[in-house]
């Protein structure tokens, strides 16, 4: 089986199907380790990868104006029990164009990796990027995953990211976004993460509201079983009047799994607000007990609780 | 307490022979201690197969406690007494096998669920539950509330008549409902009542918690209880014309507090 083909049998495990490498109305790019396996661009977008020996370098232009109709698959990952892969990608949503970037990282068989990304994000005035990151590990963990970005979001401009990881084991995750929001922009940071065994989760998002009525809000969701451990800062600032921001993270905890959830808020101007709430523990009892009142045993009752947590 | 005597003779006017069949539901002595403090004392009585029993009591009388107890809630273990439930010793049980045995409670404040949608609520998996005719039941829109998640979206009211639909869908030998009408607007109690006398006409049972006596109206018989004691027992009219009396039958309001303005 060649390297592509690995990777994308597996992209149904993050919602995707492999026929959208041969639509040529779907634009995409994938990446085995350092190299670059496939791409395709479409009107409106500027892709511009390269590789070299140590990463994938790129940069996305979304140009001005354009609407990106079908999403753009961006496609990473390893298809080798070990190895490493950098990734180093400008995106930048030009005035008014609105896109949806759809991010699959696939690491179906790794056992002991490394993977990197470090990502710059540019979103103009008046434009919208909807940025979905979905992982898939295998059951082995033992990776290290480090998906970094730093985002600025124009005047009047929205983005919306969601980061998901809920299936396989991922061995230690480190997430680290920054967002600076001008004024009447939108950002909205989701994450849910299914940890098992020893999984070492790190989440540090951090939003700051530079604009006037500027608007944010983090909202994380985190499950661990077994040994898996999990450490959750959320950090929103105001600076301007009418900037609201709101940081909701809750971690359900089972087995020997343990987790800390730090909220930070700051406010800067007296017309600001900031709000918070977070939830560590076990599974709701009363929603336990609702469930089980109707039949369904323990395990089942978690179960359907977990699973719409993380929906 | 000749006036509670003579109200505990009462027979039942709605039809249900209590003395012709088996109890579905007999409770025995059941007594539940805080502390020092008697949360129910030594209770008896008896629900029958297809009866509404309305249980009608002030605040703090003990009327969650026993609904509580009867579903197997954490922390809610009888401290004395007996439960028989369909010919079988219920308190032995886990509250999921109390379910499966037919028992369910629909909550005074139903829990909500990120992510689980109304769909999934009321049919749990089973694909023979058809949840669109009890959503109609209670009076909500299948078309517009199937996909909607039960979670802090819906209003107070809207989550109890889920609550009342997951009840119908599950077609229950009995239904302990605890405030069934509480969040519902006024126009729409007729809606619950309809949903009473729906798991009736489905072959249950039900246990009506409730202060509402146009609600407590539709039982075939109804009981008070004071301070952990069923204090009067018999036909739903005369119940309710107690329970409306100035202060407690039982303590005049002395134990329980309940003396009304």
């Known amino acids: ?311 | 307490m000749n006036r509670l005597s003579a109200c505990m003779m009462q027979t039942c006017s709605k039809g249900v022979v209590r003395t012709m069949t088996v109890p579905l539901l007999d409770i025995r002595t059941l007594t539940f201690l805080v502390g020092d403090q008697k949360i129910l004392d030594r209770l008896d009585f008896a629900i029958h197969p297809m009866e509404i029993h309305a249980l009608l009591g002030a605040n703090g009388s003990g009327k969650t406690t026993l609904a509580y107890i009867l579903m197997g809630c954490d922390g809610y273990v009888p401290t004395a007494g007996t439960v028989m439930f369909k010919g079988t010793d219920l308190l032995s049980l886990k509250m999921y096998e109390r379910a499966k045995l037919g028992l369910t409670l629909a909550w005074q404040e139903p829990a909500r669920f990120e992510g689980v949608t109304i769909r999934e609520y009321l049919t749990l998996g089973r694909a023979a539950v058809n949840p669109k005719p009890a959503l109609a039941q209670v009076g909500l829109d299948p078309d517009r509330y199937l996909n909607r998640q039960v979670d802090k979206s819906l209003s107070g009211g809207e989550r109890h008549r889920i609550e009342l639909a997951s009840v119908l869908c599950m077609k229950p030998a009995l239904a302990i409902l605890d405030e069934p009408s509480a969040g519902i607007d006024m126009l729409s109690i007729n809606h619950i009542i309809n949903v009473i006398r729906a798991i009736k006409d489905n072959g249950g049972a039900v246990l009506l918690i409730t202060h509402q006596e146009e609600v407590a109206a539709i039982a075939d018989s109804a009981s008070q209880l004071c301070n952990g004691r069923i204090v009067c027992s018999g036909d739903p009219a005369q119940v309710i014309e107690h329970f409306r009396g100035r202060t407690c039958v039982r303590c005049d309001g002395e134990v329980c507090g309940y003396v009304r303005a």
């Open chain 1, 1 to 311: 089986m060649s390297e592509l083909e690995t990777l994308i049998r597996v992209l149904p495990m993050v919602g995707a199907e492999p026929a959208i490498l041969d639509d040529e109305r779907i634009a995409h790019v994938v990446g085995q380790g350092h190299r670059v396996l496939s791409r395709r661009s479409v009107p409106g977008l500027d892709l511009d990868i390269e590789e070299t020996p140590d990463a994938i370098v790129g940069k996305m232009t979304i140009r001005a104006g354009m609407v990106i109709e079908q999403p753009i698959h961006m496609c990473f990952g390893l298809a080798h029990p070990t190895g490493s892969q950098n990734i180093r990608i400008d995106v930048v949503v030009e005035e008014r164009a609105t896109a949806r970037v759809l991010s699959h990282c696939l690491f179906p068989v790794a056992q002991a990796a490394r993977h990197r990304m470090q990502a710059t994000i540019d979103i103009g005035p008046g434009a919208s990027l909807t940025y979905s990151e979905g992982h898939y590990h295998g059951p082995h963990g033992g990776m290290q995953v480090f998906p970094h970005a730093s985002i600025r979001i124009g005047k009047g401009a929205r983005y919306f990211s969601d980061f998901s990881l809920l299936s396989g084991s991922v061995g230690s995750l480190d997430i680290d976004y920054l967002v600076e929001v001008e004024e009447d922009g939108i950002v909205e940071l989701a994450a849910k993460i299914f940890a098992h065994g020893t999984d070492h989760i790190t989440l540090k998002e951090a939003v700051i509201l530079r604009g006037e009525r500027s608007r944010g809000l983090i909202k994380t969701r985190v499950v661990l079983e077994g040994e898996a451990c999990a450490d959750i800062t959320g950090i929103t600032e105001a600076h301007a009047k009418g900037a609201r921001g709101h940081v909701d993270c809750m971690e359900i905890v089972q087995g020997l799994a343990h987790a800390s959830a730090i909220p930070i808020v700051r406010v800067f101007h007296p017309e600001a607000k900031v709000t918070h709430e977070a939830a560590i523990g076990s599974v709701d009892k009363k929603e336990l007990e609702t469930l089980m009142a109707r039949g369904l045993s323990p395990e089942q009752a978690v179960e359907m609780i977990v699973s719409g947590i993380l929906r």
